[in-house]
Nanobody, 120 residues
Framework: QVHLVESGGGLVQAGGSLRLSCAAS????????MLWYRQAPGKQRELVAT???????NYADSVKGRFTISRDNARNTVYLQMNSLKPDDTAVYYC??????????????WGQGTQVTVSS
């Protein structure tokens, strides 16, 4: 089994910065794509950023130029650096990872989420 734990969320004023991290542990042979999602109250879950095993990245238009996703394969960790935060960024942020966890199978795992609140 694989366990993902997010950290780094909190309360910040508009224009501030936060860095989220998500560490994977357990039975891991390799991690392919890692992703960050967010979900605000009353809204659907939104894909924020992705990063492949080859460090190719993609971002939602709403965060492009402000957020940076990165990964440390030695630590099985993905990061989300969030700069110039806006109140609209307020949400619960979830990490997601496609993990090769056995010799024969891969599975999609979710973290429990971390709250990010941006005040005006």
């Amino acid at each position: 089994q694989v366990h993902l734990v997010e950290s780094g969320g909190g309360l910040v004023q508009a224009g501030g910065s936060l860095r989220l991290s998500c560490a994977a542990s357990g039975s891991i042979l390799r991690i392919n794509t890692m992703l960050w999602y967010r979900q605000a109250p009353g809204k659907q879950r939104e894909l924020v950023a992705t990063i492949t095993s080859g460090h190719s990245t993609n971002y939602a238009d709403s965060v492009k130029g402000r957020f940076t996703i990165s990964r440390d394969n030695a630590r099985n960790t993905v990061y989300l650096q969030m700069n110039s935060l806006k109140p609209d960024d307020t949400a619960v942020y979830y990490c997601n990872a496609y993990v090769q966890d056995t010799i024969l199978s891969g599975n999609l795992y979710w973290g429990q989420g971390t709250q990010v609140t941006v005040s005006s």
